[in-house]
């Protein structure tokens, strides 16, 4: 647990290094001029739409970002060699991201409570953050494994958001009527995300709750199984061996 406290402290110092915490801080600032500028009185709704952008694809794209980063330094190739675990290199990016993500989501509340007065429920708020960033984080690795070079992985995340994203959001503002694309929409993780995170400003059937939560625990479970082992090919790969 020592260890992985100062991998992820590690983590973090390299994404501002790299310049990626200003890079988020910029897309919050953002993301708050968006919340003031549209002036709409439905702010909790509005805090939700905006934090789920942020989530779905930041996180995803925040992993990727410092992957390159770390290809273009060689690190990729001291990990074959390195003392970490593969286990733990993973785990300390996803804990980076949630810092990110959380960082995020204070600016978010504060400007939502202090200056336009929105209620909402905390916890629920920053637990759906809180999975929605891990859950996102393990898609990031997915989209870099796939991806050869940076374009690459922003013309996946482009794919992964027109695929995942955007009918999700559709749905929600009533702009696809149909009981039968919602009920399909139960097997995009964004909707589940999106469900845990509603349930902020709104109450959701039980049942919404329950499926969503079960489905990322597994989800989660699965995600991280499945970039354990395909870590060692791309290490492989990405270093030239």
Not at 83 to 89: A, G, H, L, Q, T
Not at 108 to 113: E, G, K, T, V
């Amino acid at each position: 647990m020592n260890n992985l406290k100062h991998l992820i402290t590690g983590e973090v110092v390299r994404m501002q290094k790299y310049n990626i915490l200003a890079a988020s801080l910029v897309v919050a600032f953002i993301w708050i001029g968006v919340l003031h500028i549209t002036a709409i009185e439905e702010i909790g709704l509005m805090l939700v739409v905006v934090l789920f952008f942020d989530v779905t694809a930041m996180a995803s794209l925040l992993v990727g970002v410092s992957i390159f980063f770390e290809k273009q330094e060689s690190t990729i190739k001291t990990l074959l060699i390195s003392p970490i675990s593969k286990e733990e290199y993973i785990t300390s990016k996803i804990g980076a991201n949630l810092v990110s993500g959380f960082f995020t989501l204070l600016l978010l509340l504060s400007y939502a409570y202090f200056v336009r007065d929105a209620q909402f429920q905390l916890l629920y708020l920053a637990g759906a953050v809180g999975i929605g960033v891990v859950v996102n984080s393990m898609i990031g690795f997915l989209l870099t494994y796939r991806s050869r070079d940076f374009t690459g992985l922003l013309m996946n995340l482009i794919g992964f958001n027109i695929l995942l994203l955007f009918p999700v959001i559709f749905e929600l503002f009533g702009l696809i009527q149909s009981d039968l694309f919602s009920k399909a929409l139960y097997v995009l993780p964004t909707k589940a995300i999106l469900t845990l995170m509603l349930a902020a400003v709104n109450t959701p059937e039980p049942w919404e709750i329950y499926l969503s939560l079960g489905y990322m625990l597994i989800l989660s479970v699965v995600l991280f199984r499945i970039i354990v082992t395909r870590f060692d090919e791309f290490s492989i790969r990405e270093s030239g061996v």
